[in-house]
């Protein structure tokens, strides 16, 4: 968890306290879900899957890995390198707010185009949100940007 944390602090370029959310503690959990649930993150409380644990296939450290990053999100804000193998390929999907791995994947096409771009669009949403920040950051509407992200790809 600190290693997410510092991960997060320097992809949102969170430098100093003043730029960080306070949190004091972060605690997890390994609870029966039951069988159909990964985690969920409820304030500073991650719960993780035990039934999940048990059908992790393969690198069950970077699939734990993943979904911690995932849930850490929930409260430092972040995306991190642990995408899921069932999450959407680049390209994939029909609108850029369709869900965890669409929004994702463009919001990653988007800092390319910008590094720093998601540091930037989190601080902006401090108070609340706006179609208009994409256009204050890359010049173009977010469904612009997700015609150009799906051209990219050739999924239009």
């Known amino acids: 968890m600190a290693e997410a944390t510092g991960f997060i602090w320097n992809l949102f370029?969170?430098?100093t306290e003043a730029d960080r959310k306070s949190v004091s503690t972060v605690s997890l959990f390994v609870d029966d879900l039951g069988p159909d649930s990964i985690a969920f993150t409820s304030?500073?409380?991650i719960h993780f899957s035990d039934d999940?644990?048990?059908r992790?296939?393969?690198d069950i450290k970077n699939d734990?890995?993943?979904v911690l990053y995932h849930e850490m999100t929930h409260v430092w804000q972040l995306k991190a390198n642990y995408a899921p193998v069932n999450w959407a390929a680049?390209?994939?999907g029909d609108r850029w707010d369709q869900g965890y791995s669409y929004t994702a994947r463009f919001l990653d096409y988007c800092n390319d185009l910008r590094d720093g771009f998601v540091a930037e669009l989190n601080k902006k949403l401090r108070d609340g949100y706006s179609d208009e920040f994409f256009v204050q950051l890359l010049g173009k509407t977010a469904d612009q940007l997700w015609s150009d992200y799906k051209?990219?790809?050739g999924k239009t």
């Open 90 to 92: 680049p390209g994939d």
């Open 43 to 45: 304030g500073n409380v």
């Open 151 to 153: 051209a990219k790809y």
């Open 52 to 54: 999940y644990i048990e």
């Open 13 to 15: 370029q969170q430098t």
């Open 56 to 58: 992790i296939n393969g």
């Open 64 to 66: 734990f890995n993943g």
